[in-house]
């Protein structure tokens, strides 16, 4: 049963637009929220990363917005550049002090395009 | 400062054969996790290790199993090889402490195709 889902698959961007992708989750007990970026060839690597007591944390150009009565959450890319082309994975775990450590439930995807 | 490294980077198998996948992880990282991700989907959550020992175990069958070295290192096998284990095999490390568990370095992966 996949417990995070996510969407767009895919979003076609414009070189300085706003990219937003959205992920929703089933599991309550979910208390840890990481992005992770992928590029091809590569492994995915940890973008930025919320916890549920904040509404929301900007890295740069990267914001998390967190909804936990909705159990949503989504990515915001300001300012996207053509190197911000990859495939983004939303995911979501049972942090510090549960039985879950490392294991991360991955959303489906969102391939990314940027044009210049 | 290497990050995790994983042999091989490809290999091809036939059905029914037996695979082992290697993962050294980041200096300073004592956990391991595996995950397979299968083309155009997240990846899925094998197992983890932890002082040599399974710790956490996905939705896989007995066929997926493992090992973790003193050295901290791991390896993947998978037996009696099926057409659907064909996917990108992704080893993560992770320091074992509570604010760290969950922060996963990625190694590049190790792609399995099965024919």
């Known amino acids: 049963q996949q417990q995070v889902k996510q969407s767009p698959q895919s979003l076609i961007v414009q070189k300085g637009g706003i990219s937003i992708i959205n992920c929703a989750y089933e599991n309550t007990a979910f208390d840890y929220f990481p992005w992770y970026q992928q590029f091809p060839g590569k492994g995915p690597a940890l973008l930025i990363a919320?916890?549920?007591?904040?509404s929301e944390k900007k890295e740069g150009r990267f914001t998390i917005s967190f909804n936990k009565s909705a159990k949503q959450f989504s990515l915001h890319i300001m300012d996207s550049q053509p190197g911000d082309s990859a495939t983004y994975f939303c995911a979501a775990s049972m942090d510090a002090g549960g039985t879950s450590y490392g294991k991360l439930t991955f959303g489906q995807g969102t391939i990314l395009t940027v044009h210049p | 400062d290497a990050g995790v490294t994983q042999s091989p980077t490809h290999l091809i198998k036939t059905r029914g054969q037996q695979v082992t996948l290697r993962c050294s992880p980041k200096s300073g990282h004592d956990t391991v996790s595996w995950y397979q991700q299968a083309l155009g989907q997240g990846p899925q959550f094998i197992f983890q290790y932890y002082e040599e020992e399974e710790r956490q175990r996905g939705n896989f069958p007995d066929r997926f199993s493992g090992h973790q070295f003193p050295n901290y290192s791991s390896e993947l096998n998978v037996n009696a090889l099926l057409l659907g284990d064909s996917a990108l095999y992704l080893c993560a490390s992770s320091l074992d402490e509570n604010s760290g568990a969950n922060v996963l370095t990625f190694g590049a992966g190790s792609r399995l195709t099965v024919l």
């Open positions: 919320i916890r549920p007591d904040v």
